[in-house]
């Protein structure tokens, strides 16, 4: 994360819009989340084939500090059922407070599609932990 951030700082001088660092830098670093989350997901299917899954759920923001453990827990546990495309928008617009003209650009949506994306992410989110209670 922090190369992502370091690259365009390091080139700043050779960038022929500076305007355009912002959006290349969130792109970069959705990039790298997806990155990141393929290769954990490998790591947490060894771990789930040897009972261990739930030691590695990370902690994913500090607001997530707030909520207690077990309803953190469940709350990664159904985001991790989501499809990757529901967990790259709910992430882009609840924890990176992205507006969806944003949102689109990054995913290569249109802003409606971001609007009905969010949607059907929110519902599925919600009917999974309903599933857990």
Not at 6 to 32: F, I, T
Not at 49 to 67: F, I, N
Not at 106 to 112: D, N, T
């Amino acid at each position: 994360m922090q190369e992502t951030f370091a690259g365009p700082y390091r080139r700043w001088e050779k960038l022929s819009d500076p305007g355009k660092a912002l959006p290349y830098v969130r792109l970069s670093v959705l990039n790298g989340c997806r990155s990141q989350l393929r290769r954990h997901g490998r790591a947490t299917a060894g771990l789930a084939a040897a009972g261990l899954a739930d030691a590695a759920l990370p902690m994913v923001s500090a607001e997530s500090a707030v909520l207690s453990a077990e309803q953190r827990r469940s709350v990664l546990r159904a985001l991790r059922q989501l499809s990757p495309r529901q967990r790259e928008v709910l992430v882009l617009r609840f924890y990176l407070d992205l507006p969806e003209q944003e949102i689109a650009r990054i995913m290569g949506l249109r802003p409606g599609s971001v609007r009905s994306a969010t949607h059907r992410a929110l519902r599925a989110l919600g009917q999974l932990l309903e599933e857990t209670r």
